[in-house]
């Protein structure tokens, strides 16, 4: 449980220059706010923690709402309503909100919030395969992807939450299925608990060439989490006319010097290729199609689904940091009540 | 006038390793074809050279049909039907078709191949403003770039062939214009000549801030010739939901080694953006609405077009290199009977 006379939050302290570090935030105390008019309070019990926030802490990607120094770190998070002035929320409510890293938070009603259907399973589903991760494999492989049955479909940091969600579905959607992971352990688990027909290590000597064996026609769909490398062999390998759903780009968050794009940029031209990149967040619109298609498979069991629980709020920064060292296995989450 | 007793022809003698050089074309000669069953004889009459058909000379590119070693080279062309065993090509029709760097060439009724009709003008329009260069702008600006009145829209290489059309249509959409050129004198042609709002040359100290200034709510549309380090300040000055139009990008075939993309790739992320690559050679199928509304504008004089005429075959391989170095005013033609 967590202390109910104080709350204990993260907040920026400096300003990452490439991939953020412990002595970035700092751990502060401060009083339980209390709920003015329209709010409610809410006692956090799980936050997840996304490698798309960096973006948040970058001063030249200020399109999205940035964490000022000083301020608490954003995170989406899980909590009990415990004090209520709002209609929608009631004493003892579950709900999903952007509650950021701290143990209590107001929930003013944003229109991202709502209060969870306890028949949807254990409320963290929410923050994982209910909720961004799920959401990020969902829409940006159906959406962006738009597989077809027969085709092949790439997913770069493959056995992350996000990607092996993705091979997953476009598994379920009658694709073949190609990982692209970090380590032999994951080559294993990509194939053996998600179920890709193939899966190449990052360490492997020759990615095209690797590529270019696991897929001889090439491939029609990348799921891009890394970036760099990953994306440089993907444009390599591509079909005519394949599509490219950039989620995330690991591997250029990875220096404090700006990482240099695939050299191979012009296959775009020639092969008809798309690329789109999105963050779900500009997408909650569309959300109820997701959770009631991937409900029912994740209520039929056909989804297999891994994480890795930190627990207690001053663990939160390094379970953000663990992102970006490949820390975790699975969602990545942390328990705070 | 050609010599009507031989065929003669430029042939790829080496393939080039980086940018074209006059030392990979040889001038040969050869037998005037005689059409069999199901061919007609065409006097080639117009050569148009393009910056995409560098991917024909490159193996590693070979997803469309390549050029080999002492093969013709290939090459769009205007000519006039002299002997035919066609039904539909008679004696005198002016024709279009991919007939290759040579004087004599046979229409074996290929699908981009057709007759076309006199009354849209001198028929070297049909290798440019009503042809592969009108035709990109208008499939790449509309169908890709989708452009709403109001919106910004960034053309590089924008006084080219492609660059130039791109701009006035865009305009005609109603929207606010900026060119990207490679010198002083492009600067003045742009605004003065081609209507556009604003333009930039290539040799300005700082592209970014120059890109701010000239449209300081950033950009909605990017139409790509160039690629480097000009996408790199598209990237950074996109809006939201941004579309880019990738065409070409010439600075990426300029060197020997391969050059490295965009350092900042990670925005296409944040910001949603869509990338999408096109040769409109794959999309001859939606050439009847471009032929109808630009050939209208056309025909209003809406357009500004101007075009740089070589004259000879052998002065084919010279003009193809030339795109790449900014040597042609407009779209660049060889004129060869």
Same mark, same amino acid.
């Given at each position: 449980m967590s202390d109910e006379h104080v709350n204990t939050r993260i907040v920026l302290k400096s300003r990452p220059n490439g991939l953020p570090a412990i002595a970035d935030f700092a751990v502060e105390t401060a009083a339980i706010p209390q709920p003015g008019p329209g709010e409610a309070l809410v006692e956090v019990m799980w936050l997840s923690v996304d490698g798309f926030m960096i973006a948040r802490l970058r001063v030249e990607e200020n399109y999205t709402a940035g964490v000022a120094i000083g301020d608490v770190m954003q995170a989406y998070g899980i909590g009990r309503v415990t004090a209520s002035n709002?209609?929608? &929320?009631?004493?003892?409510?579950? =709900? *999903? %909100?952007?509650?950021?890293?701290?143990?209590?938070?107001?929930?003013?009603?944003? @229109?991202?919030?709502? =209060?969870?259907? @306890?028949? /949807?399973g254990p409320p963290q589903s929410a923050l994982g395969i209910l909720g961004i991760s799920g959401w990020s494999a969902y829409f940006g492989l159906l959406d962006i992807g738009q597989p077809k049955a027969g085709e092949t479909v790439v997913v770069s940091a493959g056995t992350g939450a996000v990607g092996a969600l993705v091979g997953q579905i476009a598994k379920l959607h009658g694709c073949r299925t190609i990982a692209l992971v970090g380590s032999e352990k994951k080559v294993r688990q990509a194939i053996d608990l998600y179920g890709y027909d193939a899966a190449i290590g990052r360490h492997d000597s020759d990615f095209d060439a690797q590529l270019k064996c696991a897929a001889p026609q090439g491939i029609d769909v990348y799921f891009d989490n890394v970036g760099g490398g990953h994306l440089e062999a993907a444009l390599n390998a591509a079909r005519p006319y394949a599509? *490219?759903?950039?989620?995330? /780009? $690991?591997? /250029?968050?990875?220096?404090?010097?700006?990482?240099?794009?695939?050299?191979?940029?012009?296959? $775009? $031209?020639?092969?008809?290729?798309?690329? !789109?990149? *999105? $963050?779900?967040?500009?997408?909650?619109?569309?959300?109820?199609? *997701?959770?009631?298609?991937?409900?029912?498979?994740?209520?039929?069991?056909?989804?297999?689904?891994?994480?890795?629980? &930190? !627990? %207690?709020?001053?663990s939160a920064p390094d379970a953000f940091i663990g992102l970006f060292t490949g820390a975790n296995m699975g969602k990545m989450l942390v328990k705070l009540a």
């Open positions: 709002r209609i929608d &929320r009631a004493i003892g409510d579950i =709900v *999903f %909100g952007a509650f950021g890293m701290q143990q209590w938070a107001l929930d003013q009603g944003s @229109p991202v919030g709502r =209060v969870l259907d @306890p028949a /949807m599509r *490219f759903a950039i989620c995330g /780009m $690991i591997s /250029m968050y990875n220096a404090e010097a700006p990482v240099p794009g695939p050299a191979n940029m012009a296959l $775009i $031209i020639g092969k008809n290729l798309r690329l !789109e990149g *999105f $963050i779900v967040s500009n997408h909650w619109d569309m959300m109820g199609d *997701f959770l009631k298609e991937l409900g029912a498979w994740h209520a039929q069991g056909q989804l297999k689904w891994r994480q890795t629980v &930190r !627990e %207690g709020i001053a």
